[in-house]
């Protein structure tokens, strides 16, 4: 390898190597100043906050609530549409939950939530796909919140990636007693073209209002829309992971850097 | 204090002997690397309003752009299309079986309809030793034809290109999000897997071949065919990362 001769390195996009300068008659720009992402850590975790980034497991505050989890590593070449969804924390890909869903099965996590009267929930996610041949839902993430007991008839939720036949978008919905309504939904992309999406996020301003937000790497946010007829309370946060195809290469594998909540009724990263 | 996110783009915690992240406080190309199509120097500088069909091609390591190998091509044909490159910068290993291979690019490029056939091309390259243009594997971060931005996984047998996967063509006008390229081998069958990467991780698969070189070189293949204004456009390589086994993805 070609080495790094400076004790202390940032990469361009946050990456950061600890050390000092190089003190030497080096390169003066082999070492900077690390600059600040909208994904970073918050200072003050929420207690609801998951980073994904600690034991190489689920914290046991999360329940499947749909689906089941297989002990098969993820293979990004396999197909498969039997024994269960594929998961890596902390692992595949440091301090991300990565998921290789079943073919035709949701794989659903949640835990309990006791929310503010206001509050922002909001994740940053991934999702492979294929240039060709996709079909209705490949690959689904999203954000969901919903009553305790888990309840997939009355929920709100946003997805960061979701593709239908040859097009990708991101999508926010409420199911209300099982009638899903959608509330608003990004421009299609060609399959062989990729949303600039990488989170979502959900604000509760008042009661039964819920507004989506689907965020870029800088922070720049798209408002995806409103609704004011979500009256059930919710009890339960949780990510979701859908596939739909076993076609070449195999499944495709969506990503989780984090679920973070923000109380009060005004914040977007 | 808030802590820094982690990144895909974040150095390996250990290193593959065939890694480069050109972060070397050097100014000067790791001796690994040989230019084996076009030649470049170190000592004209890049200058993105300069126009220059002759000469070499301009290198900055780690200076102009901290830990980045920036590139501005010679503007001048063949282009890719003629089989052949500005630069073609390339290293030799020796890899086992089942490997991956990928690297993280940027480009520069114009708003015009009056861009010309690949403008400016950047990609990972795999091949023989001695390097052999009509017998390589390669997939380019960005590729510009007249008035079109894509990403394309190709190689060349025998001289003879054949396209495997191309993403959606975007307007010049226009930028893909795509910072990233993998090449995926599976030496029992001589199957090779392609990717394109954006900075959140997500990938689009761009297909497989089977090709039956044997690698014994990797590097990158860099084109420009263009010396209008404001200047031949300049590329990046953050880094090439070499890993082994089958599963690997960013």
Redesign the interface.
Known sequence: ??????DG?????????GGAD?G?G??P??C?T?A??I?????TPNANDEEF?TGSSLAAAWATSEGAISAT?????AGFAAGDSRISVNTR????YMVQPQSGQTLAISKLFVPSATYAAWF?????????AAINNDQTLGLILTENPYDTADRLEIFL?ESDAAVIQVEFQQVVGGVVTSIGTTAN??A?????F?GCLIQRTAANTYHGWALT?NGSALFVGTTTTFTPTIGRIGLKAICASVA??GNM?V?F?FLRVVDGAVFLP | ???????????PSV?????????????AL?P?WSAVEGSFTIATPIDPYAAFAAGDSRLNL??R????LMIQPIGTAPAPATNSATLTLVKTIAPPANFAVWARFSYNHRFSTATSNNDFTIGIVLSADPYDKDNRICVFLNESDVGVIQIEFLKAVGGVLTSI????N?GINDHT??EGVLIQC?GATDTY?A??I???????????TTFATTIETMGFWIADSVTTAPGNMIVGV?FIRFVEG??F??
């Open positions: 390898m070609s080495g790094c001769g400076c390195f940032v990469d361009s996009d946050g990456g950061f190597v190089d030497g080096g390169n720009n082999c900077g690390l600040m992402s994904w970073d850590t918050p200072a980034d590593a993820i293979d990004p070449y890909r440091a301090s991300w940053r996610g991934s999702f492979s796909h294929r240039t060709t990636n992309k060609a062989n073209d990729q949303t600039v990488e790497n070449a290469p594998i990503g850097d | 204090m808030t802590s820094p996110a982690r990144s895909i783009w974040d150095r290193a593959h002997q065939y890694d480069d992240e050109f972060c070397g406080c050097s100014i790791d690994t780690s200076t752009r901290m830990s980045w996967g191309v993403t959606t975007l999000i795509f599976f897997h990717w394109a954006t900075n959140n991780g997500s990938m689009i698969y761009l297909g497989s953050d089958t599963t993805l960013p």
